[in-house]
C-alpha cells in the first residue's frame, strides 16, 4: 500500500507565503510525476503545479512567478513552495503522485491522491 501524507497548510495573511511537503511512503518502486491541485469551495479541482522525475515543472498560469514545485526524489517528497499570496489562493490542496509498484512478479503504476490540507488566505 501507498500512502500520502500532505502537511503544511493553515491560515495566513495575503501577501505572506507558505510551504507545503507531501511524503510517499509505501511499497514504492519509482515515482513518476507528482503535483499539486486545489479546489476552492463551490468550484472544480485544478491543476496548481506538476514535476517529472526530471525535473521538468509545469503551473497554472495564476501561479506563475508565485509558487514553486520541487522534490526531492531520496525523500519521495514533493513541496509546494507559496509566495504572494492571494485571497483567491485559499483552497484545499492535494497532491498526487503516480507511483511504480512492483508486485508478483509485474510492474505497475497507479495514481494516488493524499487527504488534502487547507490554505485559507485572509485578505
Do not use: H
Amino acid at each position: 500500500q501507498v500512502q500520502l501524507v500532505e502537511s503544511g497548510g493553515g491560515l495566513v495573511q495575503a501577501g505572506g507565503s507558505l510551504r507545503l511537503s507531501c511524503a510517499a511512503s509505501g511499497s514504492i518502486f519509482s515515482i513518476r510525476g507528482m503535483g499539486w491541485y486545489r479546489q476552492a469551495p463551490g468550484k472544480q479541482r485544478e491543476l496548481v503545479a506538476t514535476i517529472t522525475n526530471g525535473g521538468s515543472t509545469n503551473s497554472a498560469d495564476s501561479v506563475k512567478g508565485r509558487f514553486t514545485i520541487s522534490r526531492d526524489n531520496a525523500k519521495n517528497t514533493v513541496y509546494l513552495t507559496m509566495n504572494s499570496l492571494k485571497p483567491e489562493d485559499t483552497a484545499v490542496y492535494s497532491c498526487n503522485a503516480e507511483i511504480v509498484e512492483y508486485s508478483g512478479g509485474y510492474y505497475y503504476s497507479k495514481s494516488y491522491w493524499g487527504q488534502g490540507t487547507q490554505v485559507t488566505v485572509s485578505s
